[in-house]
């Protein structure tokens, strides 16, 4: 249930970019997270940041004297089905078929591409790796 009420508190652009980062690092300090960027925010952007998403439910902290050690509490494949899912549905009635028909017929995705996909599926299904 927790879960579910998180996820309903959709993420801004410069939220899930700072998502992205804490999924990447795991457990980062705001140094840390702060050199993680391609170009350097300013600390008192990230550190508001940091707090919208922990009271959002997405980030926790363990204090270590003055400084604080941030880490996700929402794994990046949860959400990131939750996001598929909210899209699939809006913009697809909840069916993937539709949505690779669409990419077919813009030719974004052709024959081979979906055999190899259907493979790949079928390898996951038999607990093959690649």
Do not use: C
Not at 17 to 28: D, N, R, S, T
């Amino acid at each position: 249930m927790y879960f579910e009420i998180v996820m309903e508190k959709p993420l801004t652009k410069a939220e899930e970019q700072l998502m992205h980062i804490l999924w990447k690092l795991e457990k980062a300090f705001l140094k840390d997270i702060l050199d993680a960027y391609p170009e350097r925010p300013k600390q008192s952007t990230i550190s508001t940041l940091l707090k919208i998403l922990e009271n959002k439910g997405f980030v926790d902290h363990h204090v270590y004297g003055k400084v604080h050690q941030y880490y996700p509490l929402v794994e990046k494949e949860a959400y990131a089905s939750r996001q598929l899912g909210g899209f699939m549905k809006k913009y697809f009635n909840g069916s993937f078929q539709e949505m690779l028909s669409l990419f077919h017929r813009k030719g974004d995705l052709n024959i081979k591409e979906l055999d190899e996909i259907l493979e790949h599926l079928r390898k996951l299904e038999a607990g093959e790796t690649d």
